[in-house]
């Protein structure tokens, strides 16, 4: 397996357009996650999935954010609008078993929106 | 307010030597616990865990030990190698979140100097 993959690898955007950042988490993972890693805040969890389904949004920190999960092999994450202070770089990560199996992360998107 | 610390934003060892990274955490109900290691431009990959019921996880030339007392937890890694330098995240979870919500600290990085 390729492990998760994300896409695009760098996203340069203006103040005010919509961004989406795309995932594929590993095959056979339950689990997704969205985390967004900043200087001042270092890693945070954004949102996580499980089969699909949202189940914890709590991290997400506006209304400007969304997430979604189509299928298993595919999620997004939207911001619209974008603003200079989403400047980050946002990970995805799977994984399986319920009982604490480490999650795999991707090797991130680094927005800068100018 | 942060629950998972790491109070050193940095830290440089020699090569050969012995490199000790410190977590300290704020909420007693966290009872899993996990050490990331990030390149630049690459997710953070895990490293090695330790459960609540355990004081000590060791891993080739990684070392966890886990004081649940004091709330503290430290990596050791010996002999440290140049090919270690990388930022060190903690990250811990509670029992009941079966949805493993990972809370990361703001990560320590590692420089092994030859």
């Known amino acids: 397996d390729a492990g998760v993959i994300q896409s695009p690898r760098h996203e340069v955007t203006e103040m005010g357009q919509e961004v989406t950042l795309r995932c594929k988490p590993i095959?056979?993972?339950?689990?997704l996650f969205w985390y967004r890693q900043t200087m001042m805040r270092g890693l945070e969890l954004l949102i996580y999935?499980?089969?699909?389904?949202?189940?914890?949004d709590s991290g997400m920190p506006e209304d400007r954010f969304s997430a979604k999960m189509p299928n298993a092999s595919f999620s997004t994450l939207k911001i619209q609008p974008s603003e200079p202070r989403d400047s980050a770089v946002y990970f995805c990560?799977?994984?399986?078993?319920?009982?604490?199996?480490?999650?795999?992360f991707g090797q991130g998107t680094r927005l800068t929106v100018v | 307010d942060q629950q998972v610390k790491q109070n050193s934003p940095s830290l440089s060892v020699q090569e050969g030597r012995i490199s000790i990274l410190n977590c300290d955490y704020t909420n007693s109900m966290f009872d899993y616990f996990l050490w990331y290691k990030k390149y630049p431009a690459e997710g953070p990959t895990f490293l090695i865990s330790i459960s609540s019921i355990k004081d000590k996880n060791e891993d080739g030339r990684f070392t966890v030990f886990l004081n649940k007392s004091a709330k503290h937890l430290s990596l050791h890694i010996v002999p440290s190698q140049p090919g270690d330098s990388a930022v060190y995240f903690c990250a811990a979870s509670e029992g009941d979140n079966y949805g493993q919500n990972f809370v990361f600290g703001p990560g320590t990085r590692l420089s092994v100097l030859p």
């Open positions: 999935f499980n089969n699909n389904v949202p189940i914890d």
């Open positions: 990560a799977s994984s399986t078993d319920p009982q604490r199996a480490e999650a795999f």
């Open positions: 095959s056979g993972h339950d689990y």
